[in-house]
C-alpha cells in the first residue's frame, strides 16, 4: 500500500505571494492532518480534515486554509507569505478522525520544505 | 491531554540498549501511549504504541508500570541509523488535534 505522498517537496517563495502544498493520504484513510515543523517551534497542529470538512484547527492566523476532496486529497494554502513561515509542512493521514478511537495512529507523509525569502 | 516529558538528548553507542522514559502524570483514563520517530526532513513514523503492562514489536518495546505516569522506550543494540529524535504522545482527544512534545534526539555513535 502506498504511504502518504506530499507535492511538491521543496519550494521558494518570497515574501508576500501565496503558496498550495498537496498531500495525498493512504488509501482508505479519510482523515488528513496538516502539521507545522520549525527547529523553534517544534512539530506544531494546523487543522484536520474528514470527509471534506474541517473538524479542528491549531492557533494559527487566517493566511493558513486548508481543503479535503471527495477522494480525500488535501491542499493548504498559505496566502501573504512571511519569512517566519519557512518550515516542514507535515501532512498525516489516518482511518477515523483524530479523537475518534484510543488507538488512532497516524502516518505522516515526507513533507514540503517551504522557504520564504 | 497529558503533558509529556522527555530528556531534551540521550548519546548511546551502536549495540547498546537504549532506554528512553517519558513522564505523563496527568494520563487519562482511555489515553494510549504512543511513540514516534523522526529522521531530519522527513515526516514521524509510528513506532509503537501501548496501554499498560509491555508491548514487543520487531523494532522495539515499550514498558509501562501499573500506574501509568511513566512509559519507557527500549531500542535494542541501536545502530547508526537509530541516530533520530523520539517523541512520546499520550492520547489525542484535545479537540482532536495530536500534540507533541519536545522530542528526545539520540545519537548513536560508533
Known amino acids: 500500500k502506498a504511504g502518504v505522498t506530499q507535492t511538491p517537496r521543496y519550494l521558494i517563495k518570497t515574501r508576500g505571494q501565496q503558496v498550495t502544498l498537496s498531500c495525498s493520504p493512504i488509501?482508505?484513510?479519510?482523515?488528513v492532518s496538516w502539521y507545522q515543523q520549525t527547529p523553534g517551534q517544534g512539530l506544531q497542529f494546523l487543522f484536520e480534515?474528514?470527509?471534506?470538512?474541517?473538524?479542528n484547527k491549531g492557533n494559527f492566523p487566517g493566511r493558513f486554509s486548508g481543503r479535503q476532496f471527495s477522494n480525500s486529497r488535501s491542499e493548504m494554502n498559505v496566502s501573504t507569505l512571511e519569512l517566519g513561515d519557512s518550515a516542514l509542512y507535515l501532512c498525516a493521514s489516518s482511518l477515523a478522525p483524530l479523537g475518534a478511537t484510543r488507538q488512532n495512529e497516524q502516518y505522516f507523509g515526507p513533507g514540503t520544505r517551504l522557504t520564504v525569502t | 491531554l497529558a503533558k509529556t516529558t522527555q530528556p531534551i538528548s540521550m548519546d548511546s553507542y551502536e549495540g547498546q540498549e537504549v532506554n528512553i522514559t517519558c513522564s505523563h502524570n496527568?494520563?487519562?483514563?482511555?489515553?494510549?501511549i504512543t511513540w514516534y520517530q523522526q529522521f531530519p526532513s522527513q515526516g514521524p513514523r509510528f513506532i509503537i504504541q501501548?496501554?499498560?503492562t509491555k508491548v514487543t514489536n520487531e523494532v522495539a518495546s515499550l514498558f509501562i508500570p501499573a500506574d501509568r505516569k511513566s512509559s519507557t522506550l527500549s531500542l535494542p543494540r541501536v545502530s547508526l541509523s537509530d541516530t533520530a529524535v523520539y517523541y512520546c504522545l499520550v492520547g489525542n482527544l484535545q479537540g482532536g488535534k495530536l500534540i507533541f512534545g519536545q522530542g528526545t534526539e539520540l545519537s548513536v555513535k560508533p
Open positions: 496527568n494520563i487519562a483514563t482511555n489515553d494510549y
Open positions: 488509501s482508505g484513510h479519510r482523515s
Open positions: 501501548g496501554y499498560k
Open positions: 480534515y474528514f470527509s471534506e470538512t474541517q473538524r
